[in-house]
């Protein structure tokens, strides 16, 4: 199976699927010397891990990382960095009723057309647990990237939406309720449409927002590696993803240019900022700022229609642990893959300019 690493320089390469032994990863490209604080690396994999909170799914995971390889007396080597992350609480059983059938909207169908084999356990290799490895290696690059502040906040949960600009929130708030909203008025409305829906058997999606703030001027490598066109690909790898935009987006679609250009100030920084910190694919010193769209979870635990392997339309009733909403555990993926994008970025700007 190709497309299992990310990066040019700062290069990701995960392995495992959600109900194998383990999880796991190689980090290539890491600079040497760089102080790893562990219990910061834990606490990003404790944001995306699952049994959180009442919202998310109640699988049992510690998802504590055992690094293998690439540091020595706490500090990166400079070589590859191994670790893995044991899967520790499978229940394998929950998808026996799937082992004929395929989920509708789920990847079961066309990973069993495209390879002749799949494995149903929760999804195998296509599991949003893989992110899990994302989340390990978004955490030593933002300890690469000490200056640069990556933020990210569930911004929409359904037709609930924050009705405030990013400027106006503060995001220290962002983890002090379980739908990871800094506005707390619309979190708790948020919270409970959540709820609802679960109780329903349902599902819903929803949009997250990162901004990342102190970015240098110059990252970015046109013609086809743009900074924006890098990260649009990162956030629509992460599993559930349907959307991506960034500073204005697709409401830029509806403005003239005189209402659209972000003027200059004489220190080089702009008025506004409808360019979303990103100009030709180069970042441009203003904050960067990006929207992500989540679909609704496939897997519902109500009755559908769906196919079975002989071609016969059949009903299923979804079982086991799954999230009414992903959203809440998609923003330290979201970060990780920003930070990661920035790393790759950081890097490869040292080998062509200077001044970053």
């Known amino acids: 199976m190709a497309g299992n690493s990310y990066g040019t320089l700062f290069k990701l390469t995960t392995f495992g699927e959600s109900h194998g032994e383990a999880l796991g990863g190689i980090i290539d490209g890491c ?82 057309k495209k390879y002749g084999i799949r494995d149903y356990r929760g999804g195998g290799r296509s599991s949003a647990r893989e992110t899990a490895c994302r989340v390990v290696a978004g955490a030593i690059a933002k300890q690469m990237l000490q200056n640069i ?128 910190g990103i100009q030709g694919g180069i970042s441009n010193g203003m904050d960067i700022y990006f929207r992500v769209a989540f679909k609704p979870v496939a897997t519902l635990i109500q009755k559908q229609e769906t196919l079975d392997n002989q071609g016969n339309i059949v009903e299923m009733q979804g079982k086991g642990r799954h999230d009414p909403c992903v959203v809440p555990r998609a923003v330290p993926i979201v970060e990780a893959m920003a930070a990661i994008v920035l790393a790759d970025f950081y890097l490869l700007n040292k080998i062509y300019n200077t001044n970053v």
């Open 31 to 112: 600079p040497p010397n760089i102080t790893l604080d562990f219990d910061a690396i834990q606490l990003e994999m404790s944001r995306r891990k699952p049994g959180q909170s009442a919202i998310v799914t109640q699988r049992k995971e510690e998802d504590e990382v055992q690094f293998l390889s690439g540091i020595f007396e706490g500090k990166t080597t400079g070589t590859p960095i191994g670790f893995i992350i044991p899967n520790t609480n499978q229940k394998s059983d929950d998808y026996a009723h799937i082992k004929d059938t395929y989920r509708p909207s789920h990847a079961d169908y066309v990973y069993e």
């Open 149 to 276: 502040k990556i933020n990210a906040f569930v911004s929409s949960v359904g037709e609930i939406f924050i009705d405030k600009p990013y400027q106006q929130l503060d995001f220290s708030q962002t983890e002090n309720n379980a739908v990871r909203c800094p506005d707390t008025e619309t979190a708790a409305r948020m919270e409970e449409h959540i709820k609802e829906i679960r109780k329903q058997g349902d599902t819903v999606g929803g949009t997250i927002t990162c901004v990342i703030q102190n970015v240098p001027i110059g990252l970015g490598e046109p013609v086809f590696d743009k900074l924006h066109a890098e990260l649009g690909k990162a956030m629509l790898s992460i599993n559930a993803v349907k959307g991506f935009e960034y500073g204005s987006g697709f409401c830029g679609a509806r403005m003239k240019g005189s209402e659209h250009n972000d003027l200059y100030l004489p220190d080089g920084t702009t008025k506004t900022n409808l360019s979303g």
